[in-house]
């Protein structure tokens, strides 16, 4: 969907504590979902990804769910450190039996802070 | 570091100019991908480029243009340039046609004045 920069959603943490980040998204066509990290000045960072024959999936500190019944997503990172601190964006990409040819449709983002 | 090479990182130019940005892919990726940040618009895919081949269009301005050589890298090029063509551009790459995986650059920053 469209991203409106100016209102992003913001989630502020202390450090070491667990940060779950919450994206919806629309198109229940989509088949595989990602999470960036964007840090200021740089471009998005690949995360950690899911196809829609998985709920869950795990990475080095991070955690993806995916509740294809709400079209929700979330992104939980564990012990959150400073460096965490980002905006984090959800996308979504259809397959090859879709159109879009790895098109990604972002989310608005969801700026992340830790505290030390 | 992705992988992905873009330039130039910055670029200041007036309105009514033309301006071209290139993209080197990560080495093995055939697939090239441009996406445009704005403020207001946020992430928007504009095109993908797939072994020398449009392969996909997002909401590219017909004042844009861009290709894929022989060598995989990428070129996007923006004429006639107004001042809400300023913003990020990013070129991403990814292994395949059908995304998966893709790869962001670092990007570069165009100021329209």
């Known amino acids: 969907g469209e991203s409106v920069g100016l209102h992003l959603p913001t989630l502020s943490v202390q450090e070491g504590d667990n940060s779950i980040i919450n994206c919806a998204y629309s198109n229940s066509a989509s088949d595989y979902f990602i999470w960036y990290k964007q840090e200021s000045g740089k471009g998005p960072q690949f995360i950690i990804d899911?196809?829609?024959?998985?709920d869950k999936r795990q990475g080095q500190r991070v955690t993806v769910l995916l509740n294809k019944t709400v079209k929700h997503l979330s992104l939980q990172i564990a012990a959150t450190q400073p460096g965490d601190s980002a905006v984090y964006f959800c996308a979504e990409n259809r397959d090859a039996g879709g159109t879009s040819y790895g098109k990604l449709t972002f989310g608005q983002g969801t700026i992340l802070t830790v505290h030390p | 570091d992705s992988g992905v090479t873009q330039t130039p990182k910055h670029l200041i130019t007036a309105t009514g100019q033309r301006v071209t940005l290139r993209c080197s892919p990560r080495?093995?990726?055939?697939?090239v991908y441009w996406y445009q940040q704005s403020l207001d618009q946020g992430l928007q895919f504009l095109i993908q480029?797939?072994?020398?081949?449009?392969?996909a269009k997002g909401n590219i301005l017909e004042r844009f243009s861009a290709q894929q050589f022989p060598d995989l890298h990428s070129e996007l090029n923006l004429s006639s340039l107004e001042l809400g063509d300023s913003a990020l551009y990013f070129c991403a790459s990814s292994e395949g046609v059908f995304g998966n995986t893709i790869y962001f650059g670092e990007g570069s920053w165009l100021t329209v004045v």
């Open positions: 080495s093995g990726d055939l697939s």
């Open positions: 480029y797939y072994n020398g081949e449009e392969r």
């Open positions: 899911i196809r829609s024959n998985m």
